[in-house]
């Protein structure tokens, strides 16, 4: 039953139909929410970055697609660009649910205060934990930038939603010392599951990182090395 007396709108501008990868152990489609207010260099969907673009797709069109699906997915991830930079992801969030649908977030954790609005409608959570907390500039661009994070990490581990950190390593942004360093930081406060992962050169419109994307040493050592600090 499709719920088109909702009010919520979302400005979408993509939907995955079925992924088993975007939501450890569920089957999910992935909509993902237009604008995002960071401009990380080695952004794989650049195209979400802008708060509004042509090509979107429509929010009912979108509760139309999940109406049909009931039954055939486990849950509804949203991604982005940033999903909690737009005021209709609650909304948006309880429509969804009143389909059968469990609930997953992509996020980078920059509004703390809309992801505490969000979190009892959500099932679980992906974080992405980019730098060091007081030099996370280097890969956003923008100033200060680490503090809410930290602050959105400390509302996830208070709020008992299981939720996952994740690392992105491309080796001019983040050294493998510094990516371990985050991972201790993240083990000793209580994160269970961290992922760390290798930088993609796909969707990336940066000519320099995609050049200078030689590691050093295998990616699959500092895995390993990750790996020993979660249970
Ligand atoms: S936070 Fe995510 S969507 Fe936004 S610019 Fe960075 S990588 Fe792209």
Known sequence: MINMDSQ???????????????????????????GCPWRCGYCHNPELIPAQAAGEIAWDEVLGFLGRRQGLLDGVVFSGGEPTLQAGLPEAMQ??????????????????????AVLPFVDWVGMDVKAPFEDYARITGVPQSGAPVRE??????ASGVVFETRTTVHPLLLSDDEALDIARQ???????????????VQGCQDALLVQAKARPRPFAALAEEVGKLFS
Do not use: N
């Open 8 to 34: 919520a709108s979302l400005r979408v501008g993509g939907l995955t139909p079925l992924s088993a990868s975007d939501w450890p152990g569920q089957l999910s489609a992935v909509v993902f929410c237009q």
């Open 186 to 200: 993240l083990s000793a406060c209580g994160v269970k599951r961290h992922v760390v992962q290798e930088f993609r």
């Open 95 to 116: 429509a969804v649910r009143a389909l059968g649908y469990r609930i997953g977030l992509h996020t980078g954790g920059m509004y703390p205060k809309r992801l505490a």
């Open 152 to 157: 959105s990490l400390a509302l996830l581990l």
